[in-house]
Structures are given as structure tokens and as C-alpha cells.
């Protein structure tokens, strides 16, 4: 059965519209979260941006060196943008756009934790920055960890002051209000690192 050239041409037209359609939003919605997310998109590839590997040091109350290479992830790839514009329902949820979550590895007297790490900016296009570690395993090494983290964010470099939270052997934590060690803050300043 032959087809008429129209109905072919026709045919071509609607399989043509919705690849444009499928792509233009694609792209769209990738410019609307540069927007949206400046600390983690940019149409400027020289653009230091929050996300990426970061690594530093800071010493605790028990002058134990605690080494810290961690990287904070995109909130979105563009795989999962993709995926998103191929599902019958598209979903944007812009509500947390200073929201980030990533990964830290801590090294620590010869001892490496892995740890999540979640947090936040104060606003989409600051600089005040705050977030959380917390290992993977949920199991705190005995001493002085690194608990909460905030400070500022200035292109290839966060200033920030840890709180620590101490944990016993049973995994337990602990606090003296009478030991002032208890109540120290450490100095982390974290670098980009770049590949």
C-alpha cells in the first residue's frame, strides 16, 4: 500500500516536532537551573562553581590532624534531566535551590571514614555556606569527629569552623561542660582540587 507524499511528509513532521520538543525542553530546563542554582550551573565554563572535589585540613581539640578531601555532587545531571523529559510526568521541584548533598573521605591517625555530607547555602547566589558529615556506616570513630561545618564560599576556596562532637568506644557521644576542649572550634580551609 503506497502512501501519499502528504501523509509521508506529515508523518516526518509530528516524529520532527516532538525530538525538537523533547530537546528544546531539555535545554530549557537546563538554562532555567543555571538560574535557579548559580552555585552549581553556568553557562561560563571558567566559572568556579560550589560543586566539585574540595581538600583540607583542620586539627581538633586533641591536636589529632583530621585530612579531608570531599566532593559536593550536582543536584542534577544531565542524565537525570533527560530522563525526566522522556517520563510521561515532568516534574520540577526548585524548592531547595541552595540545597546540596556530596561525599567526604576523612583521614585520621592512619583511620579513613567515609561520610555523607548534606547542607545548604544561605541563598541560590551567596556565599554562606553550612553543611553536615556524617559516616556512611553511621559508626563514629572514638575521639573528636567533624560534626558541623559553616563559613564562607569564595571561588576555589570555603573558610569554614568545625564543631566537633566527641564519641567514646561504644560509639556513644559525649560532652563535659567542664573540659573546655569540649567547646573548641577548628579552622578548615578547604581548596579546590582540580583534575
Not at 572535589?53 to 545531571?77: C, Q
Not at 534531566?81 to 540545597?99: A, E, G, L, P, V
Not at 571514614?113 to 554562606?128: R, V, Y
Request: hydrophobic fraction near 35%; include cysteine; aromatic fraction near 12%.
Amino acid at each position: 500500500m503506497k502512501y501519499p507524499i502528504n501523509v509521508k511528509v506529515a508523518i516526518f513532521g509530528i516524529v520532527l516536532l516532538v525530538i525538537l520538543s523533547k530537546v528544546g525542553c531539555f535545554y530549557l530546563d537546563k538554562k532555567y537551573e543555571t538560574y535557579m542554582r548559580p552555585w552549581a550551573f553556568s553557562s561560563d565554563p571558567l566559572k568556579p562553581l560550589l560543586v566539585g572535589k574540595w581538600g583540607g585540613s583542620v586539627i581538633d581539640p586533641d591536636n589529632r590532624i583530621h585530612e579531608v578531601e570531599m566532593e559536593i555532587f550536582l543536584p542534577t545531571t544531565d542524565e537525570d534531566r533527560w530522563n525526566r523529559m522522556s517520563s510521561r510526568q515532568i516534574k520540577h521541584d526548585f524548592s531547595n535551590t541552595t540545597y546540596f548533598d556530596g561525599i567526604a573521605v576523612l583521614k585520621t591517625n592512619g583511620s579513613i571514614d567515609t561520610c555523607e555530607l548534606w547542607g545548604g547555602l544561605e541563598k541560590a547566589d551567596g556565599f554562606e555556606i553550612h553543611f553536615q558529615l556524617n559516616p556512611i556506616n553511621d559508626i563514629h570513630p572514638p575521639g573528636f569527629n567533624l560534626n558541623l561545618l559553616n563559613g564562607t564560599w569564595h571561588e576555589n576556596t570555603l573558610n569554614l569552623t568545625v564543631d566537633f562532637a566527641f564519641f567514646k568506644t561504644d560509639g556513644s557521644s559525649f560532652y563535659n561542660s567542664e573540659d573546655p576542649r569540649y567547646d573548641t572550634k577548628g579552622i578548615l580551609v578547604l581548596n579546590r582540587i582540580t583534575n
